[in-house]
């Protein structure tokens, strides 16, 4: 949910102010606080989920106006959403629920990580080489469990990888994730999105992936936060 590059929102934008209340299809409602992210796949807000006196702040996701009309983005934004529901590991930010607001927009909560990108928070509190490695192991860990549930997450770097107060690491951002027996292989393909730092060789050429296209990118982040610099 962090790290996207930024996109100038049309009219079209399902725009939300701080303060608005969002009725979900399902039980509860969340009140918008403040935007966290856009980019080409979707908006992110910062809201607060209230149901009876229990209150929780979560990361909640739309479509956003480049996708609005697109049945392929509507199609990666389902998925991403099946995806999230068979993730289950405390260093992944997990799915709360996924649903349909009154007004027809389609929209996933996910829990909502107050942290630092992990290259940032080793530069700020210069972790020794051995609390560095835990660090990346508990990415690892997080990471093998997609894997284990047919997940390639595909966009692997600092950005989507944040360190929160507690000192855990979280993974985020599955939107561009893919299943290995997912049957729109081709589509995923074509659409070539990447960051091209932490792509691997075959991602950059199109080629059919695996989850060794994963285990590249976390090299690169482990370069990254021994060296100081990117490999």
Same mark, same amino acid.
């Given at each position: 949910l962090t790290g996207w590059q930024p996109t100038i929102p049309d009219d079209t934008t399902p725009t939300l102010t701080a303060g608005e209340q969002i009725s979900a299809a399902s039980p509860g409602r969340y009140r918008v606080i403040r935007q966290i992210g856009e980019g080409g796949m979707g908006v992110v807000y910062l809201a607060q989920r209230e149901e009876g006196d229990a209150h929780q702040q979560v990361a909640l996701k739309f479509l956003g106006a480049a996708t609005l009309g697109s049945a392929q983005h509507a199609r990666r934004f389902a998925a991403e959403h099946r995806i999230l529901a068979t993730l289950r590991h405390p260093n992944i930010a997990h799915l709360l629920e996924g649903g349909t607001t009154a007004d027809g927009r389609p929209f996933i909560a996910m829990e909502y990580v107050d942290g630092l990108r992990i290259d940032q928070w080793c530069a700020l509190h210069a972790p020794s080489l051995p609390q560095r490695l835990a660090l990346f192991l508990k990415v690892c860990a997080a990471v093998e469990h997609a894997h284990q549930h047919l997940v390639i997450h595909r966009d692997l770097k600092p950005a989507n990888i944040l360190v929160n107060a507690d000192g855990e690491p979280k993974l985020? *951002?599955? /939107?561009?994730?893919?299943?290995? *027996? *997912? #049957? $729109?292989?081709?589509?995923?393909?074509?659409?070539? $999105?990447?960051?091209?730092?932490?792509?691997?060789? +075959?991602? $950059? +050429? /199109?080629?059919?992936? #695996?989850?060794?296209?994963? $285990?590249?990118? &976390? /090299? !690169? !982040? &482990?370069? +990254? &936060?021994?060296? /100081?610099?990117?490999?």
């Open positions: 985020l *951002d599955f /939107g561009i994730a893919r299943l290995l *027996d *997912d #049957t $729109v292989q081709g589509e995923a393909t074509r659409t070539q $999105v990447l960051t091209p730092a932490y792509a691997s060789p +075959e991602q $950059v +050429e /199109g080629a059919p992936l #695996t989850t060794a296209a994963d $285990v590249w990118a &976390l /090299g !690169v !982040v &482990l370069y +990254e &936060l021994l060296a /100081g610099q990117r490999p």
